[in-house]
């Protein structure tokens, strides 16, 4: 079973709040170990975790993982930046140094009216899961 699968087995598509700081600690092993890696696949799924969470504070860490080069950044969607809500994101970012990038990408390409339960099902379609 490929790692992926693992996570997704012990997390589910919807992890409970308690397993976040978990999440995160594996989101960051990943992220200082890039250079390991020859599939960004763990890397996709523990972002799309954070995703289904919801705290709109791992926005920032969902960035850094998106940002660590480009099949990263292909591998990563940026909807995924948005799991608290379009609006709660672009708050959250506000004017904070560093994430003007951020910012305009999601203007670009995210709007309000984005579905998260729309983005968890082609998720799940993805990964063959029911």
Known sequence: MDRENLILDKFGVYPKEEYRDEIKELLIEEIENE????????????????????????????????MLNMDAGCMVDVVFLC????????????NKVGLEKMKCIL????????????VINEFKKYYNIQ
Do not use: M, P
């Open 83 to 94: 799991g608290a809500g379009y609006n709660e994101t672009i708050s959250y970012i506000g």
């Open 35 to 66: 250079e390991y890696t020859e599939s960004h696949e763990c890397l996709r799924v523990l972002c799309f975790l954070l995703f289904s969470i919801g705290n709109v504070e791992d926005c920032e860490l969902i960035w850094k993982a998106k």
């Open 107 to 118: 203007r670009q390409y995210i709007g309000e009216e984005f579905d998260k339960e729309e």
